[in-house]
């Protein structure tokens, strides 16, 4: 038996986009086990409730993260309205289907480059970027915004899209999904792409459902969970059905989230069709938010809780968020085990770590 | 399963022109609700204090007396939020983002000589006219007693 030793992985590491750490026992070339720590980008967010009132905590809530910016704003924000008990404009639902659509969309495609950058394609890298770019033009125009969108308020959203805007969305996304056929056919069909993610860094369906794995990352080993079926903003009107794959490996969560893709395509074009015609667009709440609310929203890479408690007082007694990446680092290091050193950036890659969201 | 699919691609990518822009030699294009700094119409702004109470990163600051309206564009999260509060819209987002700086210096605007004139000559008049009010109340309460 080959003697085992320590690596230590990250926090500064050229595959990483953001600081995690691992610590990996190998026996030579194959990794036993992995130790991970975190708590390199803490920033207090959470307990910024004592200090910026309901309001204000908006903006804060969307700035946990950057890339699923538009849905941490909207999980706070539901959560307020549920307290308040206060029902919002269906054009308001629609708007934040929309938007948090189009942040599913450019997320995905980050990670498509990531991965491709991961597994050493940097053409293929430099497409999916250029295709995120048209999806980032897209926020710009509607939000002002290009990632931090800062249209939700408590009762509904600031902004409307009007009927051109929506025209031009869905101009661009049969443009974008033209240019994704392509991507898609190179990421699902070709030899090498295929060599380094079949097989490798497999989690089974009993693992990932032990471990509580959410999102694309669960999905891939085959639990169907989606919280956009709990049925939050407009997601009740719109036909969908969680893609789900049952292989449990890299390739499977690449399929997966290519094919939310274009289920987010499909729900975009969907929501843009059944829009209603309204001049409201939130619904006044008058007071302080009494009670509190366990609010559950599916972001690009999994399910994120909020828990929101308040006391009557203008500042929130207690918000608790609880990121998709956080719920899927258990599975990460269980899938870690017994593989090779050289596949350790790109299997980090495969959850779609977002570590600056997880230390809040 | 196939080997090479993307080199056609790769091929066509070769005679196409670049997808980025010569950015700064060519001008950045921002779409008409882009959120890049706040401007103030500081001559509408009535000093009420409103956007300071909401800013969430509380970057702004102003003196009613001067007349001043101050803001540390290094701490603005652009947000957006004093614009939908401010109840004289005297507030708005404007295209085109804060330019990086060697020091981390606040920008004062201040409202124009004659507003303010006429602000001071609104406030000397209320001022006399609540201490009319005050002497004609003491008058009347001395004529009861």
Known sequence: MAKKSVIPYGPQHPVLPEPIHLDLVVEDEKVVEAIPSIGFIHRGLESLVDKRDFNQMTYVAERTCGICSFQHGMGYCEAVEHIFGVEIPERAKFLRTIWAELGRMHSHLLWLGLLADGFGFENLFYQCWRIREKILDMQEMTSGGRLIFSVNTIGGVLKDIPADMLRTILSTIDEVEAELKTVQKTFLNDYTVQTRLKGVGVLTQDQAHDL????????????????????????????????????????????????????????????????????????????????????????????????????????????????????????????????????????????????????? | MSVMNFAPEALKNLFKKPVTTGYPFVPAEYPERSRGHIEISIDDCISCGMCVRCCPCGTLSVDRIKGTWTIDRYDCIACGYCVTKCPKKCLFMKQGYQEPGAEKASVTYTKSPEVLAAEAKKREEAAAKAAAAKAAKAAAAAEKN
Request: glycine share 8%.
């Open chain 1, 212 to 360: 509580g794995c959410a999102g694309p990352f669960g999905r891939a080993s085959g639990i169907n969970t989606d919280m956009r079926k709990l049925g939050y903003a407009a997601y009740p009107y719109i036909d969908f059905e969680p893609i789900i794959s049952s292989d449990g490996d890299s390739y499977a969560r690449c399929e997966c989230r290519i094919g939310e893709l274009f289920q987010s395509m499909d729900i975009l074009r969907q929501a843009i069709a059944k829009i209603p015609n309204e001049t409201d667009l939130a619904t006044p709440v008058k007071g302080n938010p009494n009670g509190e609310y366990f609010m559950r929203v599916e972001q690009p890479r999994g399910e994120a809780v909020y828990y929101v408690k308040a006391n009557g007082k203008p500042y929130v007694e207690r918000l608790r968020i609880r990121t998709p990446t956080f719920a899927n680092l258990p599975g990460l290091c269980e899938m870690l085990k017994n593989t090779e050193l050289a596949d350790i950036g790109l299997l980090i890659l495969t959850i779609d770590p977002c570590i600056s969201c997880t230390e809040r």
